[in-house]
């Protein structure tokens, strides 16, 4: 009995040391937290959010090599694990330049010629409804046409009132290739985070002062993010539909128009043949 307790003792010595756990603060150049900034494991799909303050914890194996640090807005940084000393870790990111809103004065409602234009369609009707995992992109292509170089004013989605509406999103615009349709670069211009209140709308996100000049052809994506009932924790309850807030789909667009990213990874899904697509759109002006 005596050796058994001591082999028991040893397995569960090695079972805690094959695992580390890290806690730290993601922080910008004034030393504010990062809200939803991302913590991965480099090479793995491992990852965690910081919370609204920038504060995370993740457990990492033993195997691990490398962190990776990175949000919309800031430069990725990435410190080996050889370097990360007990205690409380600090991350400091830097902001990214972002070009595009060198000429701010663009983005300004009093420079506008002419009535603000939708690129999309603002005219949908609901057709289904999108549960997706946290951190998970779920977007649509939109054929920017008429509106190439015009400056976009806002993102629009309709959030139903399935769920927790008024849990946080993140929302991506990327310029997109035509002929995959699969996006390129995030010309987001920073951390656009947003929420509906009591659901069955539509969320107007301004983009105003971020002066994104449109190209060719973008995809506009929803991210689902922890906290604010976006918790994983949600899943292990038996109730994944109702992890947060639940975007509304269309059949108004068409097939082939919407693509997938997944959690903490790069690779993308290109459009499938299912029928129903996000609700969102866009408006600009010249």
Wanted: hydrophobic share 40%; with cysteine.
């Amino acid at each position: 009995m005596r050796y058994l307790y001591l082999l028991l003792c040893l397995f569960l010595s090695t079972a805690s040391s094959a695992q580390k756990d890290i806690h730290g603060k993601i922080v910008d150049s004034e030393k504010k937290g990062v809200a939803y900034a991302i913590v991965q494991v480099v090479g793995s799909g491992t990852g965690v959010y910081t919370d609204e303050q920038g504060n995370f914890k993740i457990s990492i194996n033993a195997d691990a090599q490398k962190l990776a640090f990175y949000c919309m807005g800031y430069e990725r940084r990435e410190i080996p694990l050889s370097e990360i000393k007990t205690g409380e870790l600090i991350v400091a990111l830097k902001e990214k330049i972002n070009e595009l809103a060198e000429v701010s004065v663009e983005a300004k409602a009093s420079q506008r010629s002419g009535k603000s234009k939708i690129i999309g369609k603002s005219k949908l009707k609901v057709g289904g409804e999108m549960y997706m995992n946290v951190g998970t992109e779920y977007g649509i292509f939109l054929d920017t046409k008429g509106g190439k170089n015009g400056i976009l004013e806002e993102v629009v989605v309709y959030v139903t009132a399935t769920g927790i509406p008024d849990s946080r999103f993140r929302i991506h615009i990327y310029d997109a290739d035509a002929r995959s349709r699969l996006p390129i670069n995030d010309i987001s211009g920073g951390n656009i985070i947003a929420h509906a209140e009591k659901g069955n709308e539509w969320v107007k996100i301004n983009v105003r002062d971020k002066n994104i000049k449109i190209p060719d052809a973008i995809i506009v994506s929803v991210e689902w993010i922890s906290d604010y009932g976006n918790n994983l924790s949600i899943q292990s309850k038996g109730v994944m539909k109702y992890q947060g807030q639940v975007i509304g789909l269309t059949t108004d667009y068409g097939a082939q128009s919407k693509y997938v990213k997944f959690i903490f990874q790069d690779n993308l899904q290109a459009a499938n043949n299912e029928w129903l697509v996000p609700m969102i759109y866009c408006t600009y002006h010249k």
